[in-house]
């Protein structure tokens, strides 16, 4: 079926209900409105509100509380309204999911999903646009996942509610209804950890995830008209990161452009950048290069556009690390 | 005092005057002279008119998404107009009565949600935080502040205002007993519109009440009819001199009624009744003070065509200034960021400034 990012998502929500009753979504919003971006919109009436329950207004309680479901034996999957809000909610993630395995000796996991959407360039209001996952890359115990497409989105997501770990999935809103693809019908996942490679090239490497993927597509079919070959990488999951993957395509192409839209300093670009000065510094034909939001809070949407990376401004990092 | 007379574990709740305007009660009537009488009313159209406007722009594309304030105007105003210069406030996101209240331009404010920057800046000497937007965050800031002017020695209050799906927050939580443990010379105002987006207050608290909550916290708690804007001014007073002579914080829940969707992306009828909406559309604000003000011969069809133009062109005087004022240079995006610019984010400032070829 032709689905948008959103649909998928809804789609694989109540595929995965329906297939195991130890799933529950539990967030503000996600009832009988069906969330705020229809994410979960149908599921209340089909699975009952037990199962897709609304909330108070509470994002400590609700991971909190999806933890201790996990505890006995169920699958909650939390919905944060936006990751701009999933702040009060940071010391449950941190202090307690993401460590909880470690403090029992292995006795206990947290196998909780959190869902949000995240990202800027739908001029949004404050708060509803920024990229702060290398904040939560940063934790041991937690994964990370970002899809870039809807047959990525139901697939991830799939493969992250089967997980025994806490996942992070960040659903970037800039791809929710950006454009529909055909979507398997069946229950599909695509594993966890493992990067793909998008567009193959030979040239450089561009290394990027969630609404980047799509910019950074269109910046490499431009720049194979001037005769430059880029091998587009979606890494899906940033932490745990597939570093054979990253590794592998640079040993061959010699050039990384890392492209994100968080802010650059300490962002997960320079995770990516110190992998490659470790492990491939003898491959590399030009410095590693990072496109990515300058050190500034999001902009309100009228100057969003100064913040925002486009397919311009990739398309120079590549001319810049073609002709170092 | 309003908090001995009025128990809202009971369900208790002020009210002044009756839905038709009638005065129920003549022995709470706050002290205002005529002219306060009819301020108060300007400031509730202006209120209303500046929403109206503001939703309108958004259907045209000239304004982006918007919190609409239609039905809260007399706890806006009413909570808002027993501060004095000295005081300070922390609102949240929906109280465009309490911006207008103390002074706020309404172009500043109708800039902030036409997304340009400029609408960041609190003008000088106004002593209010800009509002928040993550739910209940700014309520233990406030309480901070008055513990700062007690501490300082100052004879202020501080209101802080939010909605009742905040009183979820931990945030809620935490500032109160905060500010019950210290006495801090704060008044929380809910304005219980009864929804939270989709989420109706019997899904977010189990409580009879908000303000009872005040009870667990130490301190007085008081329910009031948010549509009244006479007894918003009473309670909001009386608990704002209780603060400023040290008699510590006071929780008061305006019972009100959101009339428009949450925000302008929000679909309200898919999760409430036509029935609830009409309901509470007879218990308008507005209407209710205008026909006490016309019983006591305030208020005349002469007077409100002059406010309703007065008003009117005051609200086109803001759109005015608002679309011509550009959007924030790239200068203004960057330099805000820290006190002094960090060296490297002037260099990111200059890249980006090469980048977009000093378009901006
Ligand atoms: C911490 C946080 N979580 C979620 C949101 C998204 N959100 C914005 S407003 C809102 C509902 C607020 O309801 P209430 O506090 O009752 O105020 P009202 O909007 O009714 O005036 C939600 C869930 C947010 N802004 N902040």
């Known amino acids: 079926m032709n689905l948008n990012m959103v649909q998928a998502i809804n789609q694989a929500l109540a595929q995965a209900l329906a297939a195991d009753e130890r799933v529950v979504l539990l967030g503000e919003d996600i009832g009988p409105d069906g969330g705020v971006f229809r994410a979960t919109e149908g599921l209340s009436e089909r699975f009952g509100t037990d199962r897709v329950m609304d909330t108070p207004l509470a994002e400590s309680g609700l991971v909190g509380a999806a933890i201790g479901m996990a505890a006995l034996g169920l699958k909650p999957v939390a919905e944060i309204q936006f990751l701009g809000f999933i702040y009060p909610a940071f010391n449950q993630i941190v202090s307690h999911a993401a460590r909880l395995r470690n403090r029992t000796r292995g006795r206990f996991g947290a196998p909780i999903v959190i869902r949000t959407p995240y990202g800027a360039g739908v001029g949004a209001l404050e708060h509803h646009s920024e990229s702060t996952e290398a904040l939560f890359c940063q934790i041991p115990g937690l994964t990370v996942v970002v899809p870039s497409s809807p047959v990525e989105a139901k697939g991830l997501l799939l493969a992250s509610i089967r997980s025994e770990d806490p996942v992070l999935f960040l659903e970037p809103t800039r791809l929710y209804r950006a454009g529909k693809e055909e979507v398997p019908e069946a229950a599909y996942e695509i594993p966890l950890r493992r990067a793909r490679i998008v567009r193959p090239g030979a040239d450089l490497t561009i290394l990027a995830w969630g609404a980047m993927i799509p910019i950074s597509l269109q910046a490499a079919e431009e720049a194979a008209a001037a005769g430059h070959s880029a091998e587009v990488i979606d890494l899906r999951t940033l932490s745990p990161m597939d570093e054979e993957a990253v590794l592998a395509s640079v040993r061959k192409t010699g050039r990384a452009l890392i492209v994100h839209e968080a802010p650059r300093a300490f962002g997960a670009g320079a995770e990516i950048a110190a992998l490659l000065a470790e492990s491939a510094l003898l491959h590399l034909k030009a410095p590693v290069l990072r496109v990515t939001a300058p050190d500034i809070t999001v902009p309100l949407a009228k100057s969003e556009a100064a913040y925002y990376v486009d397919a311009g401004r990739i398309g120079a990092g590549i001319t810049r690390l073609m002709e170092f | ?360």
């Not at chain 2, 009025?6 to 005065?23: H, K, Q, S, T, Y």
């Not at chain 2, 909605?163 to 931990?170: F, I, K, R």
């Not at chain 2, 009870?215 to 329910?223: E, H, I, K, N, S």
């Open chain 2, 1 to 360: 005092m309003l908090t001995d007379a009025f128990d809202a574990a009971r369900g208790e709740r002020v009210g002044i005057l009756d839905p038709d305007g009638r005065v129920l009660r003549p022995d709470l009537l706050p002290a205002l002279t005529p002219d306060d009488l009819r301020r108060v009313l300007a400031l509730m159209i202006l209120t209303r008119e500046a929403d109206r406007k503001a939703l309108l722009l958004q259907r045209q594309g000239r304004l982006g998404t918007f919190a609409s304030s239609l039905g809260h105007e007399a706890c806006q105003v009413g909570s808002a107009f027993g501060l004095r210069a000295e005081d300070w406030a922390f609102p949240y996101f929906r109280d465009m009565g309490l911006y207008l209240t103390v002074g706020y331009p309404l172009a500043t404010y109708y800039h902030y949600w036409m997304g340009n920057e400029a609408g960041f800046r609190t003008p000088d000497g106004l002593n209010l935080f800009p509002f928040a937007i993550p739910v209940a965050s700014q309520i233990p800031q406030a309480v901070g502040a008055a513990l700062a002017a007690k501490h300082l020695g100052k004879p202020l209050a501080v209101l802080t205002t939010f909605g009742d799906g905040a009183t979820s927050e931990g945030d809620f939580h935490e500032g109160l007993n905060f500010a019950g443990v210290h006495r801090a010379p704060v008044v929380f105002v809910c304005y219980n519109n009864q929804w939270a987006i989709s989420t109706p207050i019997s899904r977010q608290t189990a409580s009879a009440s908000i303000a009872q909550k005040a009870a667990a916290y130490g301190f007085p708690g008081l329910a009031v009819d948010g549509n009244d804007v006479l007894a918003m001014i009473a309670a909001v007073r009386e608990a704002l001199d209780r603060a400023r002579s040290g008699g510590g914080p006071t929780l008061i829940e305006a019972f009100t009624y959101r009339m428009s969707h949450h925000t302008t992306s929000d679909d309200a009828s898919r999760y409430r009744s036509r029935e609830e909406v009409e309901t509470w559309e007879r218990r308008d604000p507005l209407a209710r003070f205008r026909a006490y003000l016309a019983a006591q011969g305030y208020w005349d069809q002469d007077f409100e065509g002059r406010l309703g133009a007065e008003t009117g062109a005051r609200i086109e005087a803001a759109v005015a200034e608002a679309e011509k004022t550009p959007p924030a240079s790239l200068e203004d995006l960057f330099v805000f960021t820290y006190k002094e610019i960090p060296a490297r984010l002037a260099a990111q400032l200059a890249e980006r400034k090469m980048q977009l070829g000093g378009a901006r």
